[in-house]
């Protein structure tokens, strides 16, 4: 009995339960609704419980071996505390949006979504199990596509733009990563990624690999310069897709550069830390400064990501000389503006849904109508603002921290200036959210459920930035993070 | 079980709590609302009197909560920390009696008072901080709750206002965030310690050090409205009278006072900061925001812009008390933390009788109000009095004390400041104060509320009394145990000078 429990395999249930459940809901879509909340409630439960085998068995790493076969022939599934970070955040995300959903859609739209969705997860949990770069390939191709049809569901030329943009820019991405794994096999004949690391030497072939598989996941990572895909994909699409793809889906395509770049690349690359440092500074100022120059909430929102996905790279210079400083800011402010972004763009659904449009001079009397949607608007800005208390903030200042003992001062300079900025652009939202404006018409109201499942993620944001402590000794990150650069 | 670990946190959460409950309250709801907050405003006073008690004994309160793996949240209940603790509750409730009178009737109040707990609690979070970060968080935590407040009135002046005052304090915030990271950096702890925490850096780190003050004291200054981080306290003169209240004498401005106050003594110390060469410059600054605001409230007609410059000068005494670097001085700025506090509140709730009254806005509209509303002039007389720093008043106290400590640490100039200043003072106070007794009233106000005999309505006019009163008293009693100026004294023994 006791075994049973401790052997539980949680981390099959991840990707297993999402995946039946999707293949249920195409064939019975009546279904598929219930299944999905099903899911997402499971899915809470079972990346706890791999959280605790990892803690308590494992000893910080999880391994299984599919039907038996280990590498380099099976299938291997691993998880370590970078791992399960990822699913955390993609089961608590996941959870909101599957709430928000329910009353969400229109009933023709819900029969398509859900299926797709809990594909999605399916495909998103696969991927933070793999422990192979080919494994990595086929989810994050499976993750794509997934994503592309559901920015294409909300229908009309905007979105349908949109998600042609985005099939192409994923599509691209995916097959430049997968002639790097190519290139990768045919040097080494193994796609493990723990065998990789152990052969790779700098070889010009191995170079090679590294920038076709960066650029690819850069791409999808929508690193500036190559977020041009982002932000009409991410304003078009529905609010709990919006939601997904800014909050999951692009820290996917993080995910793996960042497991490679651990595992395999770190030894190869002072240069490309620079490189990707560089980005992630214009990322930021630029990302911000789009935001604050849009007149549409919605392409507020999707710039702001462009602009927060810059905060990630930031810790790649700094990783060198204390990798789990800055690494654990990238993974605290991962998890923080996955759910602060996520509890944005459904605020900006509510919105959307209650005023009909979501251009923000206009929105004044829409946002007095709705104190819940606005209150988690504000909570999560306060959070992608990085002010106390709240995710953000922690993040910021572990990086802030990291880049002065470095004497980094240009990336202190624009970790302040792209809070500024930030402030700035989530104000000229909330500058609206106080003013005597006049109610022209009684507009379609907002179901409870939306209003609170938005709220809950952004508090949820803001609560994190009083769990710094056990949520970094949860995921055991300086255990994956390496020994090397701990603070004197 | 041993509460004492816990009390400071409850101070902090006796206005959290009644804060969050208001939000989700129905517009009109209006009797629990009230309960609501005087319960939560009550009780806080009870906390906080029953840690003075202690504190006077030698009690320790402190709560410790984790927060980063090396950093805490620390809420520690010292003689300094107590001194704002006392003044922001009681005011507290007082100003909550005056702003239920104040917005009766009008829209989104339980969004106001909402809002009013938290910014009360996150000045209580400041006062209490025991390190800098947890300061850092609360004085945060102030300028967001803030900002609603100063925008209530919804209209684009309203707007404009609270656009300004967010790119000041967030630039400040900025700035504090990076002088505080930047000095973990060189000496990985941030904890409030007597005669500073940087001790042995002085040499190695002189340069980073002078820079780190003054990031420091530019980021408090903003909300101390130190020149020249001031232009957005007159802009936010458009909010509710209640609010003014709040942003001069109980949370905002005082908030960044009280930091000047902690990074000179607790952070650098008092000596370091001196040996360092950065106390005179910060002295140099407050006499020059002391004089500059004086004279520029000589030049308003509008009432509460007059007053929000003379608050500008008035709050750098505090800056200036410390930055003289003396104990004597010290305690007449620590001190003037308090006086300042109950006459500056006394003359904003004045201000609003008039305007919610009678709709006096401007100076020159005043003539013979005196004689329309004796007890609110009166009240007003009190505070003006004070602020010019004639004895038996708060103000004075504050004065002598600054004065007697320039002259024990052989900075005669000071005296012309306080001079020039009280002079100045006179120059825009009493031609207030000749205008409203002695000129003949107008044929008719601009507006003309009734409330049957008396001159305005309860919940206005005992505010004012009240604090008039404590204004007058705390300088008369000012040599018995548990007034201002003897706690000032206390914390100088205690905490600053403490061998």
Redesign the interface.
Known sequence: MQDAVTQFPWAIVLILLPLAASMIGFLLPRLAMTLGLITAVSLILAVTGLGWQIHYIYDGAYQHAVGGWGAPLGIDLYADGLSLLMLTTTSLVGLGVSVYSVLYFERQQALRFWPIWLLLLAALNALFLSADIFNLYVTLELLGLAAVTLTALQGGKAALDGAMRYLLATLLGSLFYLLGVALLYHSYGTVDIALLAERVEATPAVWAALGLMGAGLLLKTALFPLHFWLPPAHASASAPVSAVLSALVIKAAFYILLRLWLVIFSPLGEGAASLLGLLGAAAVLWGSIQALRQTRLKLLIAYSTVAQIGYLFLAFPLAGAAAVSAWSAAAYLLLSHALAKSAMFLAAGNLLHFGGHDRIVDLDRVVQRL?LTV?AFALAG?SIMG???SGG??GK??L??TA??QGRWDI?AVI?LG??LA?AYV?KVL?HA???AAVMHEPRAVPKTMEWSALLLAIAAVLLG?L???V?AWFGLSEVFGISGV?T | MNWDPWIPLLVVASSLLPGLLI?GLAEERIRLRTVLNLVGAVVKLGLVGLMLWGIYHEHHYETR??????LE?VLRAGPLALLFVTLSAGLWLVTTVYAIGYLEGSPHRS?FFGFFSLCVTATVGVALAGNL?TF??FY??L??STY?LV?????QAA?RA??TY?IYT??G??LL??GT??L??LTGTLEFTPRGFIAGLETEHRSALIIIFFLLVAGLGVKAALFPFHGWLPQAMVAPAPVSALLHAVAVVKAGAFGIVRVVYDVFGVETAAALGVTAPLAALAAFTIIYGSLRALFQDDLKRRLAFSTISQVSYIALGVAIAGPIATIGGVVHLVHQGLMKITLFFCAGNLAETLGIHKISEMNGVGRRMPWTMAAFTVGAFGMIGAPPVAGFISKWYLGLGALEADQGWVLFVLAGSSLLNAMYFLPILHRAWFRDPPDAWPVDHHFGRKETAWALLLPPLVTAVMALGVALLASYPFSPLEWAMLIAEREFYRP
């Open positions: 104190p209150g306060v002010l106390p208390p903030f922690i200042w572990l802030l921290e002065l003992q202190v302040l809070g500024l402030a104000f500058g106080l003013t005597e009083f710094a402590v056990p970094l603070r | 939000f909560l984790a927060l980063l793996p090396d949240l969004r970060i850092l968080l945060e935590l300028t967001l609603p925008v209530h009135r919804g209209t707007r609270g656009q967010l967030f630039f915030g900025a965030l990076l990271v930047w973990y950096s």
